[in-house]
């Protein structure tokens, strides 16, 4: 008989789950989850930036009746915290991507499944369930060079009741992972990106010519741009939120163009090595849409007081990722519940503590007076 799964003796956190998921991944697979690229130092800055931001407490606020709720793309959500798209669950515990979409489903948590999933698309919504009071189940996409590819799976997240698109725009190539390549990563036997299966070869193109580059001449002459964001809003009727926003001026470029949402993103330091951490840009992105449009974000969240501080920075919400899949490593679906459980009476301590009877009363007042966003 299998054994039930268990939550590991001594781990009461984010930062426990992930201290023991190093001991239960192979080399392999840690390598492919926790690294970032090259020197890592958008990896680290992260959680450091959100550890840097202090809150201020307030006192004898009433604060019966207080709740996590939000309202998001037209839905009552029980609480802020989504989980983030993550590829290749399945690299971390047998049931992959069924387990976090079962424990997403168990607390109200919404989902974004990746474009590199191993688990299809379909399988995933049966799991997330049709109940009510589940959270979101939204589908992240890469747009590929076919679009004909990209449009069928489009339709097949639409058949399947995804209720939004998540464009990352932040990857057109992959950053230089320093951890993957002295791990010598590769995908086990039986885990791939199964939506991307059949996917025709990219059109023939003549070898580089003296001065060309490779990259730029090959890989990156399919790369989308604005263009290629504005077709994806004609060919389906799913609200499209850009992923891997830093910039003030692509933000506004989103907001003009009238997308359902954006996410502050550095691609959990997995891409541009230095470029700046989500907590630092968050109210500058804030600032420049003025809230025309939902703004989430995510990268190093790792504590409840995080979530409350990324609510007073400006968001709307937050997505969680590496946590999650150090959860289903330790104990499956059991595992995953428990990190966003352990997220969730966090953020309502924390709000309790700064005197934030609903997620409406987290501001700027919230931060320490010596930050810049503090009001």
Known sequence: MTPMPRIPDGVVSLADHEAHASTVLDDNAWAYFSGGAADEHTLRANSDAWSRIGLLPRVLRPLAGGHTRIELLGRTLAHPILLAPVAYQRMAHPDGEIATALAAAALEAGLVLSTQASTPLEDVARAMGSEPGR??????????????????????????????????????????????RRAGFRLPDGVSAVHLAGLPPPPLQSAPQPGQSALFDGLLAHAPTWDDVAWLQSATHLPVLLKGILHAGDARQAAAMQLAGLIVSNHGGRTLDTSPATAAVLPRIAAAIQGTLPLLVDGGIRRGTDVLKAIALGANAVLVGRPCVYGLANAGALGVAHVLRLLRDELEIAMALTGCRTLADATGALLNPEHPAAR
């Open 135 to 180: 959270g979101p189940l939204w589908f992240q996409l890469y747009l590929q060079h076919d679009r004909g590819f990209n449009l069928e799976l489009v339709q097949r997240a639409e058949r399947a009741g995804y209720e939004a698109l998540v464009l990352t725009v932040d990857a057109p190539t992959h950053g230089a992972r320093d951890r993957e």
